[in-house]
T-cell receptor, first 110, second 114 residues
Framework: GENVEQHPSTLSVQEGDSAVIKCTYS??????FPWYKQELGKRPQLIID?????GEKKDQRIAVTLNKTAKHFSLHITETQPEDSAVYFC?????????FGKGTRLHILP | DTGVSQDPRHKITKRGQNVTFRCDPI?????LYWYRQTLGQGPEFLTY????????KSRLLSDRFSAERPKGSFSTLEIQRTEQGDSAMYLC????????????FGQGTRLTVV
């Protein structure tokens, strides 16, 4: 089945710096790549998504890039703030299912 | 509340007992998904429905697990003869029928098997 590899598993950045999380996949048929944020004790919530017909998408401090040839996509958070501390999951759509990576725990240091 | 709702939020059960969870999706969403999440892991796909039809079950889903969506609206997930390894957060998600649309998650049901 489809696996989504996500790195790093833990990431600590100074407040105000940027954070980058990377994911790789193997099935070239995947064409939808959402990113979810999960705060402690809460449900996963979509923060940004990208479809395979574009290479980059930006929403304020959050951006996602997609390289379909290399089969990897990345989440970029700029000017990080304390409220960015959470677990972030990359995911992809395969055969109408959403398959998740194992997550990255992001710590924003004061 | 127009979001995905799950009931109960927490369930503690003794090993060997049966449990049933309920999910009410967003009303116009025809796709409904069940996931399991353990500490430090991402949501793991279990099964999903398009309307009332169960289209796929994960090979990880043992025969002790069964899910239904009888009228294409709410869904139930039943675990028979629970084991300690079943302890996890069970998440439900729903989305519209078009491909590549956002999936909305419920708050989950946290199951503890003692």
């Amino acid at each position: 089945g489809e696996n989504v590899e996500q790195h790093p598993s833990t990431l600590s950045v100074q407040e105000g710096d940027s954070a980058v999380i990377k994911c790789t996949y193997s099935d070239s048929a995947s064409n939808y790549f959402p990113w979810y944020k999960q705060e402690l004790g809460k449900r996963p919530q979509l923060i940004i998504d990208i479809r395979s017909n574009v290479g980059e998408k930006k929403d304020q401090r959050i951006a996602v890039t997609l390289n379909k040839t290399a089969k990897h996509f990345s989440l970029h958070i700029t000017e990080t703030q304390p409220e960015d501390s959470a677990v972030y999951f990359c995911a992809l759509n395969r055969d109408d299912k959403i398959i998740f990576g194992k997550g990255t725990r992001l710590h924003i240091l004061p | 509340d127009t979001g995905v709702s799950q009931d109960p939020r927490h369930k503690i059960t003794k090993r060997g007992q049966n449990v049933t969870f309920r999910c009410d999706p967003i009303s116009e969403h025809n796709r409904l998904y069940w996931y399991r999440q353990t500490l430090g892991q991402g949501p793991e796909f279990l099964t999903y429905f398009q309307n009332e039809a169960q289209l796929e079950k994960s090979r990880l889903l043992s025969d002790r697990f069964s899910a239904e969506r009888p009228k294409g609206s709410f869904s139930t997930l039943e675990i028979q003869r629970t084991e300690q390894g079943d302890s996890a957060m069970y998440l439900c998600a729903s989305r519209l029928g078009q491909i590549n649309t956002e999936a909305f998650f419920g708050q989950g049901t946290r199951l503890t098997v003692v």
